[in-house]
């Protein structure tokens, strides 16, 4: 494997990490909260796999999470 040393004039692309508004934080939440009932409705065995990913897919299109793909725990 080649290795390269990058030296201290090296530039990175400019990129701004950008603060999440408030409205995207309550939506992160509440994808998270909606989510976790989900979860929970499929444990006790009260909807099915079909219906846990039907009620999945309406969670992400209604509250669009910003980390909600990468944090989710799927049956």
Known sequence: MRMTQLSPN??????????????????????????????????????SQEEFN???KLNHQKFNPLLGPLMCDKP
């Open 10 to 47: 090296h530039q990175t692309p400019n990129h701004k990490s950008s603060k999440p508004t408030e409205e995207q934080v309550q939506n992160e939440l509440h994808f998270h909260l909606a989510e976790k009932m989900l979860m929970k409705l499929y444990e006790e065995k009260l909807i």
């Open 54 to 56: 039907q009620l999945s």
